[in-house]
């Protein structure tokens, strides 16, 4: 079961908490003493910076699949906060900005040895940085690819391991993303989403719903999961998507939302007797948000266009970031993944 590090950033001494959970993710991922160092500078200093601009936040360390084109898995660290934001993202990511006490390498650095960066800051509402880090310094020339998929996942209380996992996979022209979120939370929960992650793996070329008919079988004797599946067929350009349980689903349809509706039924425990894919076009102006239920009922879809051109990733840490609060905690293990078209300039 993957490990996800959740730490909360309030005081000096979690910087040190925010290194540590670098190195034990790269160890995880295999990355080699050279890279391991860079995931360690990279979660410092983003850990110092939450501190410094937004008095406090949340790292969240995890190794996940890439967003596209190379092999996984890679070290993704991402700073959340609800702190004033940026005034000048350019300056902040420039060389030789750096933060009072921090290392001196400031964002341009963190920018530089990992892999993929992105920022994402909104004045009075808060910042998200987020960088994967995978086994050699900017990996190999990435086959370009027609979308990109990231997500976060946020462990309830702090726990070591989520209930709920999230991956996407490619065979041929179908981008086939998952999420699934195991019943209840805890180390049972996690054994069940990660045999959801397994079995896709070796399912890939399926349908949706024949994905789910195949982890049915896969997660007997586990608690069981909801899960969703959400297959992009690049050359048909058709989005196809099958779900149980309760894992939402939202897709953005130019300046409209519409909701992708699962069947009722435990996937592994009970699954509906008759199961259909749900088809619909897909095109530059699209973008799918899957969740698990740790995201409150009524959360409001990102709203900010430059969202629909950044890292995957971080369009779901800022959606639960704005759908949570120290007054609206998180009820659960709470998992987000985002299905967007790769910009042009950006594959």
Known sequence: MPRVWDVPVHDSTRVRDARVAAEAAARLAGLDESR??????VATELATNLLKHAHGGQLLVDTVAPPGGRIGPVVQIAAVDHGPGMADVTTALGDGFSTTGSLGAGLGTCRRVADDFD???????GTVALARLG???KATVREPVAARAGGVNVPFAGAEYSGDAWTWVRADDRL??????GLGHGPEAARASTAAVEELHRSARHTPAEVLRRLHDALRGTRGAAVAVAQLDVSAGRLRFAGIGNVGARLREGDSWRHLLSRPGIVGVHRPASLGDTEVPWAADRLLVLHSDGLPSRWTPPSDPRLWTADPAVTAAVTVRDASSSARPVRDD????????SPPDRP
């Open 36 to 41: 391991t160092a860079s995931a360690a500078l």
């Open 119 to 125: 920022l994402h800051s909104a004045p009075g509402r």
């Open 135 to 137: 086994a050699a310094a």
């Open 176 to 181: 086939t993303l998952m999420l699934a979120d």
């Open 334 to 341: 709470t998992a987000v993944a985002v299905l967007s078209p």
